[in-house]
């Protein structure tokens, strides 16, 4: 079964096997021709220098569906909503390594009609200062679309100082189809002000796109009024979610590459909650909400898109399942506690009118 039957034909069902090589192929999978000479492998760029981080990030992605299950729901909203498309143009917050963008590469790639793949673009949205590291992302996405044959240009954007978003910072060609997409979720991914994210995804607003996918944390959720003690244990609920699915992921793995994940990863991770924990601001906003507040239209998320995450979770620890509340948004969870969501949206007012609004978190 090819992959394109896999993505866009759902009476087919998924096939397990197929779907764990483009599990591994999002990280480090040499999946490059054999014709090629040498192969390529798609790596994660050591953004903290540290090389226990990105082993325990790569370790998180082998035995959580923690960061692919929102990749992969993302990325087949993106694909079907840019069939046909000649020019597909992605901008991404704050892209990192890049590791979302080798399976949705290869599924361009691989698409079955006479046509040649489209030509992708992504414009990566980076903060401050970040400018060598988020280079040396480009690299290695273009050395990953040539092995595979897809047309493929990268180009940077800035944050202003301040962390927000100028929609006029980014450059598009007539005829493209341009995505939004933000995803929050990797465990590893620095804190970003409430107002820097709300700005990118209001200046969306302001360019004419094909759809915007929200990847979020969720179950930690703050409660208005709820204090300083209700913030602190709904995150605490949280963290104990993802630790109780971590040590059932890592069992056949032994303590030690989980003690990696938790020390390297989570802890740090928990000490920030936990400082913000203490803060009165609306950064426990949830973006979906925040979305729907301020006007943006859910576009529903296909039956396939939702068999594929339910295929992806049965390939790990009994324990995880799929809440689907409304339907445009799908939640990761963890013995019915809510990880992660994936939201697809589209066009809202313009930045401006959302920047007037109170419901817009402040710094």
């Known amino acids: 079964m090819s ?24 990280v480090e999978l040499s999946i490059c021709p054999q014709t090629q000479p040498k192969p390529c492998k798609f790596f994660p760029v050591n953004f903290n220098n540290s090389l226990p981080v990105m082993e325990a990030f790569q370790l998180l992605q082998e035995m ?3 960061i692919k299950f929102g990749h ?14 000649r020019r597909v143009h992605i901008v991404d917050y704050d892209i990192m390594e890049g590791v979302q963008w080798a399976s949705l590469m290869q599924s361009l790639v691989t698409a079955k009609n006479s046509a040649p793949p489209p030509h992708l673009r992504i414009t990566a949205v980076r903060c401050c200062g970040r400018k060598p590291m988020v280079q040396q992302t480009g690299r290695r996405l273009s050395e990953f679309a040539a092995a595979v044959g ?120 928990i000490a920030g909650a936990v400082g913000r924990a203490y803060r009165e601001d609306e950064e426990g906003r949830r973006w979906g909400d925040w979305m729907a507040e301020a006007g943006y239209r859910k576009l529903e998320l296909s039956s396939f898109n939702y068999c594929q995450a339910k ?18 948004k799908l939640t990761l969870q963890w013995k019915s506690r809510r990880l992660v969501t994936a939201s697809i949206w589209s066009a809202a007012p313009a930045a401006g009118d959302l920047e007037s609004q109170s419901i817009l978190p402040r710094l």
């Open 3 to 26: 992959t394109e039957d896999l993505l866009h034909n759902p009476k087919r069902g998924v096939n397990a096997g197929v779907l764990r090589g483009r599990l591994a192929g999002s």
């Open 64 to 66: 959580t569906p923690y």
């Open 72 to 85: 992969f729901t993302a990325n087949q909203a993106i694909l079907e909503a840019v069939a046909g498309e």
């Open 150 to 269: 897809l047309p493929f240009s990268f180009r940077q954007c800035r944050l202003e100082p301040d962390g927000r978003f100028r929609s006029k910072a980014v450059k598009t060609v007539r005829g493209e189809a341009v995505v939004f997409n933000c995803a929050l979720h990797a465990p590893h991914q620095a804190h970003h002000a409430a107002r820097s994210v709300g700005s990118f995804l209001a200046g969306a607003a302001e360019v004419s796109h094909r759809v915007i996918a929200v990847v979020e944390e969720s179950g930690g959720g703050r409660r208005e009024g709820s204090g300083v003690v209700g913030r602190f244990v709904e995150e605490m609920v949280r963290y104990s979610a993802i630790w109780d699915a971590m040590e059932a992921g890592f069992a056949m793995e032994g303590n030690k590459a989980r003690e990696m994940v938790e020390r390297a990863i989570l802890a740090p991770r």
């Open 311 to 328: 295929q992806l979770i049965g390939l790990f620890s009994e324990g995880y399942g799929l809440e689907q509340d409304a339907l445009n």
